[in-house]
């Protein structure tokens, strides 16, 4: 490419003569990158496409450039930018030196890489840069496995990473103006009805952020779902059949938080178990998609038993799916498991389960830290039926006593307070509350 149009794109994509909309600040991820960059290794953002990544980068290169670096310092490259051709080493060694020449950075260089999966043999030139100490390196991607093998065979010990998902509920009060603090017990009940009024609006149509403030949500909602299929996995995976990809999809986004086996869907959807299980694995490594095993000391157990799905965002299931209004409890169950794993985040010790026995009785989340069970959680929208709350109750109860547990929690809609059941403590609490904490 020629080094002008070259010097043109990235003007465009930083800080050098013009401040950049860097959006609402998402302080949970700026606060976990400020630590990783401190390393001398590479940073690593992964999550899926929509979710803030390109964002929560120029934030973290906004707080260098106020905490005294140049902001001359700083390289930011966006490789979805369609201006860029010829995706390959050779022009991330071209782009590095024109800046280097246009630009003339004077000390420590920091080099943030959007999108860099879209580069072939990326891993070679970022190791070399990385082992060289020419620059600190921050990269991005929207594909796990694609990320996750490259580094495996040349970053091997030279990455910390971070998974971004899109708005946790706190985030999501924040871009709608609405600012809580889980201490401050008045705020929260003045706050009470505005806080649930936006709960029903998170339950339906999600947490990606652009969706979170723009009106045409379902337009959106649309649009990120088209470019995931036809981007991230019909062309990536070079599908040939795509009508079975997206019946499949299709059926997971319209059963979230349920129980399947491969050999169950090649029944329903007359797709072969192998290729259910396939196609299975590009949702999860495009972040569509997650998978959660039954609780069993048994590794092999662990994989024969059927497993939890769960879609990324529960706007994308009430859009591409089913309406949200009758499955509440579903999709509740669902943001609690998207909330577990951004806790995951600052806890990795932590793994998620779910747990069944013989007879049927479910918890739906087993929550391990090491080797010991730390809590169960189970996820009940409505208890007013007499018969759901024992049937709930009753498969907490004898999870807890499997665990030795002495306390269990229900999440709810409105119920909110503690019983002592059998000698155990049963502590009720609402999704929104549980949320904040």
């Not at 969706?211 to 909602?221: D, G, N, S, Y």
């Not at 470019?227 to 996995?233: E, K, M, T, V």
């Not at 979230?256 to 396939?278: C, G, Q, Y």
Request: hydrophobic content about 40%; some cysteine; overall charge positive.
């Amino acid at each position: 490419m020629d080094k002008n149009e070259i010097l043109k794109i990235l003007e465009d994509w930083n800080f050098w003569k013009k401040d950049l909309d860097v959006g609402i600040k998402r302080n949970f991820y700026l606060d976990e990158l400020k630590k990783l960059i401190l390393s001398e290794q590479v940073i690593v953002i992964t999550g899926a496409r929509r979710s803030g990544k390109s964002f929560i980068m120029k934030q973290l290169a906004k707080e260098l450039i106020e905490k005294g670096v140049n902001k001359n310092q700083i390289l930011i490259i966006n490789f979805e930018d369609p201006r860029f051709v010829e995706l390959d080493t050779k022009l991330l060694q071209q782009i590095y030196e024109v800046y280097l020449e246009s630009i003339n950075p004077k000390e420590e260089i920091y080099i943030f890489i959007d999108e860099i999966q879209e580069v072939r043999e990326w891993e070679k030139w970022v190791r070399m840069m990385n082992e060289l100490r020419k620059a600190k390196i921050v990269i991005s991607g929207s594909n796990a496995k694609l990320l996750s093998q490259e580094l495996a065979t040349l970053l091997t010990g030279r990455h910390l990473d971070i998974t971004i998902f899109p708005l946790s509920f706190k985030e999501f009060l924040e871009f709608n103006n609405l600012y809580v603090e889980k201490d401050d017990k008045l705020n929260l009940i003045a706050k009470r009805i505005k806080i649930k009024s936006l709960l029903r609006k998170y339950l339906e149509f999600g947490s990606f952020p652009r969706v979170a403030v723009e009106e045409k949500k379902e337009k959106i909602l649309l649009s990120y779902f088209d470019d995931a299929l036809n981007r991230d996995l019909i062309k990536r995976y070079n599908i040939r059949k795509p009508e079975k990809l997206k019946s499949l999809i299709k059926f997971y986004l319209s059963n979230p938080s349920s129980l399947i086996t491969f050999n169950s869907l090649e029944k329903s959807l007359e797709i072969s178990a192998d290729t259910v299980e396939k196609f299975s694995g590009y949702f999860e490594t495009a972040y569509l998609i997650f998978f959660q095993k039954r609780f069993s000391f048994k590794v092999k157990e662990q994989e024969k038993s059927p497993r939890k799905a769960y879609p990324i965002d529960t706007g994308l299931a009430n859009t591409i799916g089913f309406r949200f209004s009758k499955n509440l409890g579903k999709m509740a169950e669902n943001l609690v498991y998207l909330e577990l794993k951004r806790r995951k985040i600052i806890n990795p010790y932590l793994e998620l389960f779910y747990w069944k026995d013989e007879r049927h009785r479910e918890v739906d989340f087993v929550i391990k830290e090491k080797l010991k069970v730390k809590q169960l959680i189970q996820v009940c929208w409505n208890l007013d039926d007499p018969k759901t709350k024992k049937r709930e109750l009753n498969s907490l109860l004898r999870a807890m006593n499997e665990f030795e547990l002495e306390t269990g929690l229900i999440i709810t809609d409105e119920k909110e307070g503690e019983e002592i059941i059998k000698e155990k403590e049963i502590i009720f609490q609402p999704l929104w509350k549980w949320l904040l904490e």
